[in-house]
């Protein structure tokens, strides 16, 4: 079965400055996707990044990378220049390729502060 | 625009009490999903749809029952809440062709 670990329940940042956060998992496939995934309070989830593993190059989405090691299954995410509004709960999760099950991590507990 | 809707927002039942909560999707996805996500713990996938077929977690309980009557809508059913079943029911839908699941906003439940 496949788990994904969130070491940091939470963590804090000025805005304006960067902030990374960790996420390894455990897979004995080859072929499968991870995700970034951002929950504000009270909010719905939203889709922050997503990598496939079959790409080398990782994945940025304007302020948002990745920085995915995919011999030490770890994919963490880095959010450049904070903003107020990236205050929110943080999940990262992975799929197998052509596979419905999406796993989640516990989650981090991002807070930007002024 | 394009969504995922859930009805309602915040549900209170009683202690035994059957429940129906809804989702509704315009986004033409065939595959849709329910978690459940209790305080501060990540989403549990509970089941999912493709298309028709219905694809059951392993331990999802019993009490779960879930129905999808057509591509736009998906009910979950609990048959008896108990007081451990209050959380955050969260609706997702993908299409076959992408791997980003959409998430509604999420039904609260209490149990009394």
């Known amino acids: 079965a496949q788990t994904v670990t969130q070491s940091q329940p939470e963590m804090s940042v000025q805005e304006a400055e960067t902030v990374t956060l960790s996420c390894t998992y455990d897979?004995?496939?080859?072929?499968?996707?991870l995700f970034w995934y951002k929950q504000p309070p009270s909010r719905q989830m939203i889709l922050v990044i997503r990598?496939?593993?079959?790409?080398?190059q990782n994945a940025t989405e304007n302020r948002f990378s990745v920085n995915f090691q995919k011999a030490a299954k770890s994919f963490s995410l880095k959010i450049s220049d904070s903003q107020l509004g990236d205050t929110a709960m943080y999940f990262c999760?992975?799929?197998?390729?052509?596979?419905?099950?999406?796993?989640f991590g516990a989650g981090t507990r991002l807070t930007v502060k002024p | 625009d394009a969504m995922v809707i859930q009805n309602p927002r915040y549900q209170v039942t009683q202690f035994g009490k059957p429940v129906t909560l809804s989702c509704s999707q315009t986004?033409?996805?065939?595959?849709m999903y329910w978690y459940q996500q209790k305080s501060s713990q990540a989403p549990k996938l509970l089941f999912h749809?493709?298309?028709?077929?219905?694809?059951n977690e392993a331990d999802t309980p019993d009490n779960f029952q879930s129905r999808r009557p057509n591509t736009s809508f998906c009910f979950l059913d609990i048959r008896s809440p108990g007081l451990g079943d209050a959380a955050m029911y969260l609706c997702?839908?993908?299409?076959?062709?992408?791997?980003?699941?959409?998430f509604g906003p999420g039904t609260r439940l209490t149990v009394t």
């Open positions: 986004l033409n996805h065939n595959v």
């Open positions: 990598q496939e593993a079959y790409k080398q």
């Open positions: 897979t004995s496939e080859s072929n499968y996707y």
């Open positions: 997702a839908t993908r299409s076959e062709y992408s791997y980003e699941q959409y």
């Open positions: 999760a992975f799929m197998k390729y052509n596979n419905n099950d999406m796993r």
């Open positions: 749809y493709y298309d028709k077929d219905f694809n």
